[in-house]
């Protein structure tokens, strides 16, 4: 089974920064897109960086200029460079990516697979 597990988060202080890792394991055939999402609490899961099968990246206005988001195909994995972080960014931080083949959700089939998350703690 295709599975996307994150890990690099942790706590840090401000101005501090982090390397987060996604990794997709099982029988993977192909990734298209691979992003990240934040989701602080009581707020809405929102948008921090993707990348596309190309290589092109995009970032959320909040972040850019502090994050850079890379890719390894070969191993099958994203990366998100962190750095002047503040305690804005404090949030779980969730790996996304469209993989090739697609899982079952609620009966049907969907190519949107994420991880588990990963705790960012930005505080002095």
């Known amino acids: 089974q295709v599975q996307l597990v994150e890990s690099g988060g942790g706590l840090v202080e401000p101005g501090g920064s982090l390397l987060l890792s996604c990794s997709a394991t099982g029988n993977v055939l192909n990734i298209q897109g691979m992003a990240w999402y934040r989701q602080a609490p009581g707020k809405q899961r929102e948008l921090v960086a993707a990348?596309?099968?190309?290589?092109?990246?995009m970032y959320a206005e909040s972040v850019k200029g502090r994050c850079t988001i890379s890719r390894d195909y070969d191993k099958k994995a994203v990366y998100l460079q962190m750095k002047s972080l503040n305690p804005e960014d404090t949030a779980v931080y969730y790996c996304?990516?469209?993989?090739?083949?697609?899982?079952?959700?609620?009966?049907?089939?969907?190519?949107?697979?994420w991880g588990q998350g990963t705790q960012v703690t930005v505080s002095s």
């Open positions: 990348i596309s099968s190309g290589g092109d990246a």
């Open positions: 996304n990516a469209d993989i090739d083949p697609p899982r079952t959700v609620g009966g049907t089939y969907s190519y949107d697979y």
